[in-house]
């Protein structure tokens, strides 16, 4: 199964699946449940992130406001 799949992507992922699918470091998703912008579950010792929400939250996020490099 191919992460980024979308008839195939799983509905929650462990951290290591997340971070390819997202992009996002481990780190940062750790700081970003923390906010409350993820959410997870927690099944035996796994943490399982909801991957819809995840998704739903980044694609929220603003564009990024990419300038040109100056010419020389």
């Avoid at 979308?6 to 509905?11: A, F, G, K, L």
Wanted: with cysteine; charged share 20%.
């Amino acid at each position: 199964m191919r992460d980024d799949d979308p008839i195939h992507s799983p509905q929650f992922a462990r951290m290591p699946q997340w971070c390819r699918i997202s992009g996002m470091s481990r780190s940062a998703s750790y700081v970003e449940l923390g906010r409350g912008n993820l959410r997870a579950v927690k099944c035996g010792n796994a943490t399982l992130i909801d991957v819809p929400h995840g998704l739903a939250w980044l694609r929220s996020l603003p564009a990024a406001q990419i300038r040109a490099p100056k010419a020389a």
